[in-house]
């Protein structure tokens, strides 16, 4: 999508959209999904999509923008409306595992043979840079059809999906866009440190991955809104309930894996910087942690008086816990404690060895 042209009246602007020639679906014409995908951020948020006709590639579309409703244009013809609708969740059929999904693309009826869509970059099986999705039917119900999904290098390194295709898949549609962008603002500012500090300390593997997943787990409660994770939902498939815990947790279940998984990196960073001995080596990166925790509260109080009404309390996320703040520091400097703990006992640190006279 290229830059907004200007106002055409006081209520509509314009703006040129291409579609990518790699996005194609049958010969000639764009992928339905990339281009719906596509014509929807036009309007943000949950949006459905009507497609007129072929939508077609490398070609500089006009899209006609007014409150919640896009038009997107080739020449005077229209080939889309896009329009804002209720969020809303849309629950599979059925949930079947990775075996099942694997045996029931091996039953597509066209495996292996050439076909219209065998370059399609979702399903075809001769795209290498695409999606790679070919679906077949299920075993158990041959009505419903199912594909894996495995990252092709393109979209994964040693056996991850990049960060950045993670933050940009929980970039789509968050539940509320403008918390989205305040759960961020820290992301952004923290990413570039990371980076000037992993070249000039070689952070370890270890202390990497536990900040890739911390990063995403952040990802997830910000795409969702950190009170509004519905984990309860995804664990009734496996017949596991926390509602005695009686608010959402995710937050802190968050707050607690900032200490465990943030630990690593604050330990070796300031054993580069400031080296200490004995059991200092142990206290100095969990009140790194605490003090840390302790910053993070005291902003998100003040975008919270900032910003103020359902923004501010999204951000702020209490659920009508008083001591909110106090209890989300409290799970930091245990899960930091956790993880120096087990530094310990795998002999990462051995603060024994040094002795009492280190101290």
Not at 249 to 276: I, M, N, Q
Request: proline share 7%.
């Amino acid at each position: 999508m290229t830059g907004v042209l200007g106002p055409m009246t006081n209520s509509m602007m314009t703006t040129r959209v291409r579609l990518s020639g790699r996005e194609n679906g049958p010969k000639g014409m764009s992928n339905g999904g990339f281009a719906c995908g596509t014509f929807a951020a036009l309007v943000g948020g949950t949006a459905t999509v009507t497609l007129h006709r072929k939508v077609p590639l490398e070609t500089a579309l006009t899209a006609r923008i007014r409150d919640n409703r896009a038009e997107v244009l080739a020449g005077d013809r229209l080939v889309a409306v896009a329009e804002t609708v209720e969020p809303f969740v849309l629950e599979p059929p059925v949930r079947p595992t990775l075996a099942e999904a694997d045996a029931a693309r091996e039953r597509h009826p066209l495996r292996g043979v050439r076909h219209p869509l065998s370059n399609c970059v979702v399903c075809g099986p001769e795209r290498r840079d695409g999606l790679g999705v070919t679906p077949g039917p299920l075993e158990s119900d041959p009505d419903i059809l199912a594909a894996p999904f495995r990252p092709t290098p393109g979209y994964a390194v040693d056996g991850l999906v990049r960060p950045a295709a993670i933050w940009g898949a929980l970039a789509i549609a968050p539940r509320y866009r403008q918390d989205w962008l305040l759960e961020n603002v820290l992301v952004v500012a923290a990413i570039p440190l990371l980076v000037y500090g992993y070249r000039r300390l070689h952070l370890s593997n270890a202390a990497c991955l536990a900040l890739f997943v911390f990063f995403t787990c952040h990802e997830i409660g910000a795409h969702y809104t950190y009170s509004e994770v519905p984990y309860e939902q995804w664990l009734s498939h496996v017949n596991v309930s926390l509602t005695w815990l009686g608010r959402n947790s995710y937050d802190r279940l968050v707050h607690f894996l900032y200490g465990l998984l943030v630990t690593p990196t604050a330990a070796e960073w300031l054993a580069a910087v400031a080296p200490t001995r004995g059991i200092w080596r142990w206290i100095l990166p969990v009140s790194f942690i605490m003090s840390h925790s302790l910053l993070y509260e005291l902003i998100e109080w003040a975008a919270a008086m900032a910003f103020g009404g359902d923004l501010g309390a999204a951000y702020l996320g209490t659920q009508g816990d008083p001591w909110d703040a106090q209890r989300d520091m409290l799970a930091a400097t245990l899960g930091s404690m956790v993880a120096m703990t087990a530094w310990l006992i795998a002999g990462r640190e051995n603060l024994v060895a040094q002795g009492a006279d280190d101290v």
